[in-house]
Nanobody, 123 residues
Framework: QVQLVESGGGLVQAGGSLRLSCVASGRTFSGYSMGWFRQAPGKAREIVAAISWSAGNTYYDGSVKGRFTISRNNVKNLVYLQMNSLNSEDTAVYYC????????????????WGQGTQVTVSS
């Protein structure tokens, strides 16, 4: 079992930045790919970014490419999402997710989820 806890969400003005963090605990973090997903009111949950265990592979949804950066620190069991140039369409609850093995973009392929952190971008 892997427990995930996100932090770093909040209210930010359009054009601003936030950094989300996700800390993993429980069984070994080794070999797990990580993903950040988000869900806006009335919309389906969607992938934002994903990163492989070694950080050698990353994925970004087209809506965030060039603005968001996913990274990880395997020594500290942490995954980050640096979000720059935020706009109102980025407003959502952001979730951290983990899966053993290969990085994937489909949410149904992730086994463990955090409780989510709210990001609200005011225009």
């Amino acid at each position: 079992q892997v427990q995930l806890v996100e932090s770093g969400g909040g209210l930010v003005q359009a054009g601003g930045s936030l950094r989300l963090s996700c800390v993993a605990s429980g069984r070994t973090f080794s070999g797990y790919s990580m993903g950040w997903f988000r869900q806006a009111p009335g919309k389906a949950r969607e992938i934002v970014a994903a990163i492989s265990w070694s950080a050698g592979n990353t994925y970004y949804d087209g809506s965030v490419k060039g603005r968001f950066t996913i990274s990880r620190n395997n020594v500290k069991n942490l995954v980050y999402l640096q979000m720059n140039s935020l706009n109102s369409e980025d407003t959502a609850v952001y979730y951290c997710a983990a899966r053993p093995g290969r990085m994937e973009v489909a949410d149904n392929l992730y086994d463990y989820w955090g409780q989510g952190t709210q990001v609200t971008v005011s225009s």
